[in-house]
T-cell receptor
Framework: SQTIHQWPATLVQPVGSPLSLECTVE??????LYWYRQAAGRGLQLLFY??????ISSEVPQNLSASRPQDRQFILSSKKLLLSDSGFYLC??????????????FGNGTRLTVT | AQSVAQPEDQVNVAEGNPLTVKCTYS??????LFWYVQYPNRGLQFLLK??????LVKGSYGFEAEFNKSQTSFHLKKPSALVSDSALYFC??????????????FGKGTKLSVKP
C-alpha cells in the first residue's frame, strides 16, 4: 500500500522568507500527486496536481508553486511567504494505474505559520 | 460543477448512541462519493466510498453510509458511537472525469464530538 511522507511536520516562517515543503511517496509508481491546503482547520482546497515528472497543473492563482523532480517526489515552494499562506498543507496521492473511483491517500501534513 | 455540502458544523452525541453526519452532493454524471476522517494535526484517513451497487456502504471502524439518489445524499452513520470517534469528518466527491485527474472536492467538514 502507499505511504506518504511529508516534512517538516510544523514550520514557522517570517513573512517574505522562502518556503520548501517536501512530499515523497512509497509503495507505488507513477502516482498522481496533489497538494491541498486546509485553512482554519476546515475545508480543503486543491492547489496543484501532477500526473508525471515535470507536469504540474495549478488550480488557483497564488503565491505558491510546485515541482515534481522525481516520480515520487512533490515539492511545494514559495519565493516570498505571505501571512495568508499560513495553513495546514496536505500531500495526497493516487496510483495512476488504479481505477478512477479509487480514493486518495494523504500524508500527515505540514502546519505552516507565517509570522 | 461537482460539489458537496455538509450542513452541520458540529454534531454532538452521547457514547453508545447512534450517530449521523450529513452530506448532500451535486454532480454531473455518476456520483463517486467518499468519506474521510481527520484527527487533530493529522492527514485524512479514508473511511468508505460509494461507486455503484448497494446503497448501504460499509467501511472502516464500524462506519457505514447510505446513498440516496432521490435526495442526493450520502450520510455517514454508526450504530453506536465511541468517544474515540470524536474527530473532523469530510464528505467528498470525485472531480469530473478529465478534470484534475482524479482529485477530490471536499465539503467543509463536520466536527463530531462524542461525550462519555
Amino acid at each position: 500500500s502507499q505511504t506518504i511522507h511529508q516534512w517538516p511536520a510544523t514550520l514557522v516562517q517570517p513573512v517574505g522568507s522562502p518556503l520548501s515543503l517536501e512530499c515523497t511517496v512509497e509503495g507505488t509508481s507513477n502516482p498522481n500527486l496533489y497538494w491541498y491546503r486546509q485553512a482554519a482547520g476546515r475545508g480543503l482546497q486543491l492547489l496543484f496536481y501532477s500526473v508525471g515528472i515535470g507536469q504540474i497543473s495549478s488550480e488557483v492563482p497564488q503565491n505558491l508553486s510546485a515541482s515534481r523532480p522525481q516520480d515520487r517526489q512533490f515539492i511545494l515552494s514559495s519565493k516570498k511567504l505571505l501571512l495568508s499562506d499560513s495553513g495546514f498543507y496536505l500531500c495526497a496521492c493516487k496510483a495512476a494505474a488504479s481505477s478512477y473511483n479509487s480514493p486518495l491517500h494523504f500524508g500527515n501534513g505540514t502546519r505552516l505559520t507565517v509570522t | 460543477a461537482q460539489s458537496v455540502a455538509q450542513p452541520e458544523d458540529q454534531v454532538n452525541v452521547a457514547e453508545g448512541n447512534p450517530l449521523t453526519v450529513k452530506c448532500t452532493y451535486s454532480v454531473s454524471g455518476n456520483p463517486y462519493l467518499f468519506w474521510y476522517v481527520q484527527y487533530p494535526n493529522r492527514g485524512l484517513q479514508f473511511l468508505l466510498k460509494y461507486i455503484t451497487g448497494d446503497n448501504l456502504v460499509k467501511g472502516s471502524y464500524g462506519f457505514e453510509a447510505e446513498f440516496n439518489k432521490s435526495q442526493t445524499s450520502f450520510h455517514l452513520k454508526k450504530p453506536s458511537a465511541l468517544v474515540s470517534d470524536s474527530a473532523l469528518y469530510f464528505c467528498a466527491v470525485r472531480g469530473p472525469s478529465g478534470g484534475s485527474q482524479g482529485n477530490l472536492i471536499f465539503g467543509k467538514g463536520t466536527k463530531l464530538s462524542v461525550k462519555p
